[in-house]
């Protein structure tokens, strides 16, 4: 029971949810799901040391669906989080992504592959630029951006606002930082943008750290 306890929780809060498209914010389900990973931890402690503390001694067994649930969480961070998920995300979406950055701009939030994009634009010519939402953010996206590129760094109109990172093909990962992009906009709100060469990071964690850098 915990191990499909778990599986249903990833699942709800995962793009593949039947709600995950919808711009309702359904903070209340987003607020269930929170509490209910600390419901899962305790529970699975309490599993583990019901096997460990009674009389007779654990079968190797027992401790099965619990190494199960441990590889679930392991492999479900990785998906989401670790490099190397997000490359397996961007070759696995990769026919889906480029029917959507092929579509022109557009504000319409769908699942694109293992993504969910909130909207699509081309600040910079022909290259799409695909906003990436979370399964709850009612549109308000995450700072991020999958930009289809080449193997070239792709052309940003704001360069100190944004930084890139070759994810997969002729994919690249557009972080934003939200402060500088704003102070930006407001020196320069002309509609034509200036584009130049945008800044490379070899790693995927320094581009989480330069969204939220001072």
């Keep these: 029971m915990l191990l499909a306890a778990t599986i249903a929780w990833f699942w709800a809060g995962?793009?593949?949810?039947p709600w995950a498209v919808d711009r309702a914010p359904r903070l209340w389900l987003y607020d269930l799901l929170f509490y209910?990973?600390?419901?899962?931890?305790?529970?699975?402690?309490?599993?583990?040391?019901?096997i460990v503390l009674r009389r007779a001694r654990p079968r190797l067994v027992e401790f099965l669906p619990l190494a199960l649930m441990a590889l679930i969480v392991l492999v479900a961070q990785a998906y989401q989080h670790a490099e190397a998920g997000l490359r397996w995300k961007v070759a696995a979406s990769n026919d889906a992504l480029l029917a959507v950055a092929g579509a022109g701009n557009s504000d319409q939030r769908r699942r694109a592959g293992h993504f969910l994009i909130d909207s699509v634009r081309t600040p910079c010519g022909p290259t799409a630029w695909l906003w990436l939402g979370r399964p709850f953010g009612a549109g308000s996206g995450i700072n991020l951006a999958l930009v289809h590129a080449g193997?070239?760094?792709?052309?940003?109109p704001f360069s100190d606002?944004?930084?890139?990172?070759?994810?997969?093909?002729?994919?690249w990962l557009a972080y934003q930082h939200g402060g500088r992009y704003?102070?930006?906009?407001?020196?320069?709100s002309s509609p034509v943008a200036t584009c130049s060469a945008g800044?490379?990071?070899?790693?995927?964690?320094?581009?989480?750290?330069?969204?939220t850098a001072d």
């Design 14 to 17: 995962s793009v593949f949810s």
């Design 161 to 171: 606002a944004f930084a890139f990172w070759h994810a997969q093909g002729d994919w």
């Design 151 to 156: 193997e070239g760094v792709p052309a940003t």
């Design 182 to 188: 704003q102070r930006a906009m407001q020196r320069d």
């Design 36 to 50: 209910l990973r600390f419901a899962l931890l305790f529970w699975a402690a309490a599993e583990i040391l019901r």
């Design 199 to 211: 800044t490379e990071l070899p790693r995927h964690r320094q581009g989480q750290a330069f969204i």
